[in-house]
């Protein structure tokens, strides 16, 4: 069979088995989506920024007329916001060189004419299925248009919602579909609204057609459901939501404090990405391992000790060496050292061992009780 020549979108995701496939590469279903969870806020506020005149010059386009003045501000915008968001998954999987040149053809006085005939023609009520490809240049323009002013509503609108729901996915137990499933089931909004564009589901339906691809890492052909949307909110949303049917769910690494997605049911607690600027370039696998050992080693530590001086306390307390109050107070005093060592590493690595010798409790034993007389 001779495969189809691929021409990827940036707003085209094709499903197949467990994977989603994106800009001609394979990945995890679901992938997708956990990057854009990663994208900062500080991101989403530069674009914010750098779409104000991409949003002056959309402004003339919805009042029914692309203004002219207004196009070479707004192409400047758009190569601002791609050079920004190339540098950031997922967004860094697209072909740069593919949307420069996309800009390239879109922005430019004869595509805007083109445009603006388009609006006149939809206004009118001439326009039809046959005379589109007449107007393809400026359709272009103001979808891409669209696209990118919107992008920085639409990231803030899925972290807004997604985040919250990707943090239940990061505490369940069950790291699987039906568990998935069941954490799906209890958050999904009864009704859906107009306001949850920007999270659960869209109200502009994506565009669902089976297709014939040769796979980008096996040797055939394969038969995929791709599915092209109108924003990158929708496109973000749909794969987190197939990741889930397949298994894949979001966890956020407690080293790095980004999301990543596990598979096949792993409970698997670290990312495994280099942690970033770490000296000798260990994964934040190998720095969360080596901070359990020294959790481990420091709770051993503090407990062996708390053990030996309460142990000592309760023989003094036979032997008559010292009261029952007083004895109690000691071990009241040898509780409360032993909790905050465990909440202290300085102080555990510090003083704590010192202040747990059976003198030093005696003395603060016998102060507190001299007060307690005095009373």
């Not at 670290?270 to 600027?277: A, K, S, T």
């Not at 003083?351 to 409790?361: L, S």
Request: one cysteine or more; charged letters at 25%.
């Amino acid at each position: 069979m001779d495969t189809k020549k691929e021409d990827y979108s940036a707003l085209t995701l094709d499903f197949w088995d467990n994977e989603v496939i994106y800009g001609g590469k394979a990945y995890k279903a679901g992938s997708i989506a956990c990057d854009a969870l990663n994208i900062p806020e500080e991101v989403i506020s530069q674009l914010h920024t750098y779409s104000k005149n991409l949003n002056l010059f959309l402004g003339s386009i919805n009042a029914g007329k692309a203004d002219p003045k207004l196009l070479p501000m707004a192409k400047q915008s758009a190569l601002k916001i791609l050079s920004l968001i190339i540098r950031h998954a997922p967004f860094s999987y697209m072909d740069l060189d593919m949307c420069k040149n996309q800009i390239d053809t879109c922005f430019t006085l004869d595509s805007l004419k083109v445009a603006n005939a388009y609006l006149t023609a939809q206004r009118s009520g001439k326009l039809t299925e046959a005379l589109e490809k007449k107007y393809e240049n400026g359709a272009a323009l103001i979808k891409l248009t669209q696209l990118l002013a919107n992008l920085g509503f639409s990231l803030e609108g899925f972290q807004k919602t997604m985040i919250p729901f990707a943090l239940k996915i990061h505490e369940a137990d069950e790291r699987k579909a039906t568990g998935y499933a069941e954490i799906f089931d209890d958050n999904f909004p009864e009704e859906i609204t107009f306001e949850d564009t920007g999270g659960w589901m869209s109200m502009t339906n994506a565009t669902i057609q089976y297709w014939t691809i040769r796979h980008p890492k096996k040797n055939h052909s394969v038969l995929v459901k791709r599915m092209h949307y109108v924003n990158f909110v929708g496109l973000f949303r749909s794969d987190l939501f197939e990741g889930l049917r397949c298994g894949h769910g979001p966890r956020l690494c407690p080293v790095c404090k980004k999301w990543f997605l596990t598979t096949n049911g792993y409970n698997t607690k670290y990312c495994g990405r280099v942690f970033p600027g770490h000296p000798d370039g260990w994964t934040c696998t190998i720095i969360g391992s080596r901070e359990m050992e020294k959790e481990k080693a420091e709770d051993t530590v503090i407990t062996v000790i708390y053990n030996r001086r309460i142990d000592s306390i309760g023989k003094a307390i036979r032997r008559g060496s010292i009261s029952r109050e007083q004895g109690d107070i000691e071990l009241w005093l040898a509780e409360e050292k032993k909790c905050k060592a465990f909440e202290n590493t300085t102080y555990a690595l510090s003083d704590y061992e010192k202040e747990m010798t059976a003198e030093n409790i005696h003395i603060e034993a016998r102060a507190l009780l001299a007060q307690r007389e005095k009373r």
